[in-house]
């Protein structure tokens, strides 16, 4: 299925599926594009030479706001690949408090096992609906039991009509039983029978906790403790009294769990995490020492770099689900390197990570495209929400340059938070609109001109020291 989709998946296509969600970047687009398409190239060729070719890592250089964890997310999703985001700035030197640098990986595995059992699971859905329909047809007519014979005697009886009639009487039963079900089974199809309460055993979930002590957390040491302890201890079932239509979903949840090979799921979920896993490491300009000082929390920076190069550069990782090898893992790192410059990292770890793609930062046309052109646009989401109240916001294109204006002064006069701006932007303008619906605004077209726009947010721009708490 991820094979199909990344061989439709051209860099051009990549580039313009992007565009439906992120604004401008275009030669950040380009470099993720033929990232990503590299790797499906890498899956066409013959073994010997498809173990050499590694990806080509890359650096993106930006302030905060204008998309580069969104290229990244979108990136992933398009493909359908294992993807996890980590924040550089979490993890430490082994010695110190915090993550080691392999749970990224192991992270990655877990999604990748939650990602293919979704995907098998919805395989099987179909066999796991009418086995679930099938077990409550068992609870609410249950089916004929058959007399048991008795033992071969010796001698044979005398009388052998009883026996006779018992048998006839018990296979015109069975004929009724079979009836009854088939008619009532139409009806379950049907849903007809949804809102009927029914009382069925259902699999307990075991509650275990176990406290960790000292630095390292359980996901770090790859063990999966409940899964061991749940393996050693009887599973028990419960009693559930639910209506039949959110019976038919547990039941059906469970009747798929035991069509799925779990030990399949697994090697599967390894081998797309090896081939086509994607690693965001964000903030890795927050490991960059301070100038050699050596103080504080810069002890550790450097340390963390180290520990990052085994993993880029290509090592066994051992998870819950067996050995994973990160040589041909795409790592993606970004930062805004305000205080710092790339060239500030380790050497070695510079060189893993050999394509660099400056971010432009956003402008007042850059704004306005945000606000309308994609398709989860945030004016479209105010839209929608208060669509549901009965109320329609209509954005004069004025309105919409108006808070584009104020976005980019605010951003250029406090600090500037590239298009998270107009989360905050918005969220002032709209708050007497959003609180008021439904109870004073009748349902009705509320008008956002630039004159609405100017009365609300103008005397908070100007007046700077606010605009730092408000904005």
Known sequence: MADKTMLELTPQKIVKELDNYIIGQTEAKRAVAIALRNRWRRQQIEDILREEILPNNIILIGPTGVGKTEISRRLAKLAGAPFVKVEASKFTEVGYVGRDVESMIRDLTDFAVNLVKAEKTEEVQVKAEELANEKILDILIPPVRRPQRPIQQTQPPTVEQPQIQ????????????????????????KGEMDDKTIEFDSQAQPSIGMQVLGPIGMDDMGINIQEIMGNLMPKKRKKRKTTIAEAKKIIAQEEAQKLI??????????????NSGIVFIDEIDKVVGGGGK?????????????????????????????????????????????????????????????????LNSLTEDDFVQILTTPQNALLKQYCALLETEGVKLDFSDEGIKEIARIATQVNDQVENIGARRLHTILTTLLDEILFDVPDKIPSETVKITAEFVKDKLDKIVKDRDLSKYIL
């Open 166 to 189: 018992s048998e006839q009487d018990t296979v015109s039963e069975e004929y009724q039983n079979q009836k009854t079900r088939e008619w009532m089974k139409v009806k379950l199809m």
């Open 261 to 274: 090979d779990m030990d399949a799921v697994h090697s599967e979920a390894i081998r797309r995490v090896e």
């Open 294 to 358: 050596g103080q504080g929390p810069d002890v550790s920076r450097e340390g963390v770099q180290r520990d990052l190069l085994p993993i880029v550069e290509g090592t066994n990782v051992n998870t819950k689900y067996g050995v994973v090898k990160t040589d041909h893992i795409l790592f993606i790192a970004s930062g805004a390197f305000h205080v710092s410059k790339p060239s500030d990292l380790i050497p070695e770890l510079q060189g893993r990570f050999p394509i660099r793609v400056e």
